[in-house]
């Protein structure tokens, strides 16, 4: 019975500590903007990634949805998609930023309950956007986010 209650602090404990750290922004985001910040989360990456990130400061909410959004992607990728390569392509037209993270890995990603998916759908969907996932088994996992930009 110890152990239950200990285990399920544990897991509010961690779920409490995921709240705080995700509110807190990186310095590199913060003074650099988005392209600043995916080089900050590629520094200690073993495996190469490809990046085009050319897009210009945006709107706070915007910029850290999106960063969320890459390291969420390429830390699966690290833990899970036994990859050779990466990349993550980011780009603004019409007011729509796209943010693109893919591998050349397994594949086979799952985004049902229990997903670890689950959480960037969900701060996807707060900001307006939509978050696509194509994993075929064999054939790398691409997680591409479509997030509107309001105007300034």
Not at 4 to 24: F, H, P, Q, W
Not at 52 to 74: K, M, W
Not at 85 to 94: E, I, S, Y
Not at 126 to 137: E, F, T
């Amino acid at each position: 019975m110890r152990s239950s209650s200990s285990s399920r602090l544990s897991r509010r404990a961690t779920a409490e500590l995921r709240e705080i750290v995700s509110g807190i922004l990186p310095a590199s985001l913060t003074r650099s903007g988005l392209p600043g910040g995916v080089e900050s989360l590629l520094v200690d990456l073993p495996l190469p990634v490809e990046t085009d990130v050319e897009v210009p400061r945006l709107a706070v909410e915007v910029e850290t949805t999106a960063y969320f959004v890459i390291a969420e992607a390429l830390t699966n990728v690290v833990k899970h998609a036994k990859a050779g390569r990466a990349w993550v392509r980011v780009g603004l037209t019409d007011g729509i930023l796209r943010v693109e993270v893919g591998d050349d890995g397994v594949g086979g990603a799952r985004t049902g309950s229990g997903s670890g998916l689950t959480g960037l759908f969900d701060r996807v969907e707060a900001r307006g956007g939509q978050l696509l996932v194509r994993s075929a088994p064999g054939q790398g996992t691409t997680i591409e986010a479509i997030l509107p930009v309001p105007s300034r």
